[in-house]
């Protein structure tokens, strides 16, 4: 915002009424805590010292997770952004949600410059009670031995074929027992750090507790050697997100009941009280189940929350911009208190995507688009698929206040009435056309 925003001589704010100015300016403060945190995890220091130099206080800037900027800097070893931060003030014992220092992300990253310019400026590791790290190897996710815990050598890799890859692992098509299994793999170099092996273990206790038809399977886990492996069923037809870049924009019905599977996959998830936030819903992450493309299942945990409701209106403070720009509720690209409603504005992102054949504002970098959406654009409506209720289940599901979605119960419904006027409209069709 330009200093001429406040002029009372005319500037462009300056008939604004007070109520508004107070919204602008909070949403400029929302604006520059998530550019600054940004920033800092891309290592642009000139950028960071350019919002600092506006803005002293942006030093103390802090996410869902009470990460600070020199948090994130300390993980990732950027030395440049941590003294930037350092001169401008920051806390070097700021201590997130789990109590961690950022001299204790710096120690599980193994970042030994950064360890050593955070302990020159007074820096304590953990709750300034000493080290973070533990005395013996982490344990398994659950306690004793568990009866989903898989041997390493019963998995055979000799023939395994790489279905993905991300900066912790890999995901790998391999044989368990004869069977063809998915195998998300830690990279060995990564297996004792300490924050993947806690959002692994996250991941597993969460599968442990799935069993549902439209969930991708959880078949066992290595916990207790290395490298850390998850192991899910291995579905044939790839993920949604190739099967659209092949087909292109979908009939409505194959376009419905594609949805109605993602949806009950989410329905149930989201049930009360113990609410799972997949936070990460995108067609990367929804797979079918053969090459028929006549079943789909939800899948890859590794960004989910769950919940315990007190009740059905709670919020809650989360990671901003967590899972992927592109099918981002705005609430959380703002670093806003969000629900299980992130997950129903994903879901319209890709039943929009089904219906157009390309990914929503697929003209933007997915950066852009998140952020041309929170600033309150949607995509247009161009395809034919789109039927009047169809667009407006879309419209509602990424409705810019949350409380205005409907939950993936009350979609299953609209839907299926949808459903029933499409198939009896193709059918009067078909006679027509006899």
Not at 55 to 74: E, F, G, I, Q
Not at 141 to 162: A, Q, R
Not at 201 to 224: C, D
Request: hydrophobic share 35%; proline share 6%.
């Amino acid at each position: 915002m330009s200093s001429g925003a406040s002029d009372s001589s005319g500037g462009p704010c300056a008939s604004m009424p007070p109520a508004d100015k107070d919204k602008q300016k909070e949403k400029a403060r929302v604006s520059r805590t998530s550019l600054i945190l940004w920033h800092a995890h891309h290592n642009d220091v000139a950028a960071v010292r350019k919002l600092l130099e506006e803005d002293r206080s942006l030093v103390h800037a802090r996410d869902y997770d009470n990460r600070t900027p020199l948090h994130v800097a300390s993980l990732h070893g950027w030395i440049d952004v941590a003294n930037c931060l350092i001169e401008y003030g920051a806390d070097v014992n700021a201590q997130d949600r789990w109590k961690n220092t950022p001299l204790a992300d710096a120690e599980g990253a193994k970042k030994h410059t950064m360890i050593e310019l955070l302990k020159s400026y007074g820096g304590l590791s953990y709750g300034q009670n000493g080290s973070h790290f533990e005395p013996k190897p982490v344990p398994p996710p659950l306690p004793n031995k568990c009866d989903w815990e898989i041997e390493p050598s019963e998995l055979d890799f000799s023939s395994s074929v790489t279905i993905g890859k991300g900066s912790f692992g890999e995901i790998l098509k391999a044989h368990w027992r004869g069977t063809p299994v998915a195998v998300k793999r830690i990279l060995p170099s990564l297996s004792g750090d300490r924050l993947v092996i806690q959002d692994f273990r996250h991941e597993v206790n969460l599968l442990v507790k799935l069993r549902h038809p439209n969930i991708v399977q959880f078949l066992g886990a290595v916990t207790e050697k290395k490298p850390l492996m998850l192991i899910t069923e291995y579905l044939r037809g790839g993920d949604l997100h190739q099967y659209l870049k092949e087909k292109g924009a979908l009939s409505p019905s194959t376009a419905i009941n594609f949805a109605l599977d993602i949806a009950r996959g989410m329905a149930y998830l989201h049930n009360e009280p113990n609410v799972i936030i997949h936070r990460d819903l995108k067609p990367r992450n929804v797979l079918l189940v053969n090459s028929s493309a006549d079943h789909l299942k939800v899948g890859d945990f590794g960004l989910s929350k769950l919940i315990k409701v007190q009740n059905s209106h709670d919020v809650y403070k989360m990671t901003g911009e967590t899972g992927s720009y592109r099918y981002m509720a705005p609430e959380v690209f703002k670093h806003r208190k969000y629900d299980k409603k992130v997950d129903v504005f994903s879901f319209a992102m890709i039943l929009y995507e089904m219906l157009e054949g390309d990914p929503p504002l697929s003209n933007y970098e997915p950066y852009e688009a998140a952020k041309y959406v929170a600033e309150g654009h949607r995509p247009l409506f161009h395809g034919k698929g789109h039927t009047p209720e169809l667009k407006e289940l879309i419209e509602q599901c990424w409705a810019a206040d949350m409380n205005q979605r409907p939950s993936f119960l009350e979609i299953l419904k609209r839907l299926e009435k949808i459903k029933e006027k499409t198939l009896q409209a193709e059918h009067h069709w078909n006679i027509f056309n006899t």
